[in-house]
């Protein structure tokens, strides 16, 4: 049996866990999405984009921002108590399960000496920053545990809110959000196109040469 490359394991991770957990966001509202998040943000390596864009989609963004936030905050205590008492070794052994490695850790460490405590709401706010990395590393930097839950629970909410907005906003119109995403997607093309053509244009002109000093 041929082994799977890491992109396509974890698409496919994603595509289980994301099916198995909607019909438990729809049955139970709120504390569905409480539990979906707590998992994502703890150790399910599922997209929060994907939950919460969905999450939208059948309920108000305010409801999805409370809930959402209660429980990534959850799930970002055990990330935090994973970094607290097992350290770099415990991201040596559990981190390729979690798609995060050791660079992942240095880099959000060296962020947490640039902006401080902001680093956590920095990375809660942004969407798409791994912010499980962020959990872990101020675990294992000691970082204190009542700052870090309000930092994670305030700039979950923001994010929480406009993901879910975007998904509200899919429901109530469809067929214009459909045409504002073709356009934007074949602007992106042409975009990519005209990019590589300048390019090839300006590998293909011969360099000119520089005029020779005279004395």
Same mark, same amino acid.
């Given at each position: 049996?041929a082994s799977l490359?890491p992109i396509t394991?974890?698409?496919?991770t994603?595509s289980?866990?994301f099916?198995a957990?909607k019909p438990?966001?729809l049955?139970y509202?709120g504390?569905g999405?409480? *539990?979906a998040?707590?998992?994502e943000?703890? #150790?399910v390596?599922i997209?929060?984009?994907?939950?919460l864009i969905?999450?939208?989609l059948? #309920?108000?963004p305010?409801?999805?921002?409370f809930w =959402?936030a209660i =429980?990534s905050t959850? =799930?970002?205590i055990v990330?935090y108590y994973?970094? *607290?008492?097992?350290?770099?070794?415990?991201?040596r052994?559990i =981190? +390729?399960y979690? *798609?995060?490695?050791?660079? &992942?850790?240095? &880099?959000?460490?060296?962020?947490?000496?640039?902006?401080g +405590?902001k680093?956590?709401?920095?990375s &809660?706010?942004?969407?798409?920053i791994? *912010?499980?990395v962020?959990?872990i590393t101020?675990?294992? /930097? &000691? #970082?204190?545990?009542p700052? #870090?839950?309000?930092?994670?629970f305030?700039g979950?909410? +923001?994010r929480?809110f406009i /993901?879910?907005?975007?998904g509200n906003?899919?429901?109530q119109?469809?067929?214009?959000f459909?045409?504002?995403l073709?356009?934007a997607?074949?602007?992106?093309?042409?975009g990519y196109v005209?990019?590589?053509k300048?390019?090839e244009?300006?590998?293909?002109?011969p360099?000119?040469k520089?005029?020779?000093?005279?004395k």
């Amino acid at each position: 049996m041929a082994s799977l490359d890491p992109i396509t394991l974890l698409a496919q991770t994603e595509s289980y866990f994301f099916e198995a957990l909607k019909p438990v966001i729809l049955a139970y509202g709120g504390l569905g999405i409480a *539990f979906a998040m707590f998992l994502e943000s703890s #150790f399910v390596p599922i997209p929060s984009e994907l939950i919460l864009i969905t999450a939208g989609l059948f #309920f108000d963004p305010v409801t999805v921002a409370f809930w =959402g936030a209660i =429980g990534s905050t959850l =799930g970002a205590i055990v990330g935090y108590y994973i970094g *607290f008492y097992g350290g770099r070794p415990a991201v040596r052994k559990i =981190g +390729p399960y979690l *798609f995060i490695t050791q660079e &992942r850790v240095d &880099r959000a460490e060296k962020k947490f000496k640039e902006w401080g +405590p902001k680093a956590i709401f920095i990375s &809660r706010l942004i969407p798409f920053i791994p *912010f499980k990395v962020f959990s872990i590393t101020s675990g294992i /930097l &000691r #970082f204190d545990l009542p700052p #870090f839950v309000i930092m994670t629970f305030l700039g979950t909410i +923001p994010r929480a809110f406009i /993901l879910a907005l975007i998904g509200n906003y899919i429901i109530q119109y469809k067929t214009k959000f459909l045409i504002v995403l073709a356009v934007a997607v074949l602007i992106g093309i042409a975009g990519y196109v005209i990019k590589k053509k300048i390019e090839e244009h300006r590998k293909n002109q011969p360099k000119a040469k520089l005029p020779k000093k005279t004395k």
